[in-house]
């Protein structure tokens, strides 16, 4: 089962988060999707994406507008409008 938020005042809006997440400390999420076994480390920024079953985003890994593919692990940085599948 997932659960969603909308935004009503200063809450992070239209996020979807599937079973058995981890979400770090600090890290901020707005208008994505996380599918199950996502695992999200600390102080992380995911904003308007898809993260698929499995994905490891490692701390302080920055997303806007990507993609990430079931299983991958996102190299640390900054990253806008990529897509990231493992081959």
Known sequence: VMFRTRATGDETPNVTVGPN???????????SILHEGVTVGDGCQVHNSILCRGVTLVAKTSLKDCVVGPNCSVPGGNHKGEEFFDE
Do not use: D
């Not at 997440?21 to 208008?31: E, H, L």
């Open 21 to 31: 997440c981890s979400i770090g400390a600090s890290a901020k999420i707005v208008n």
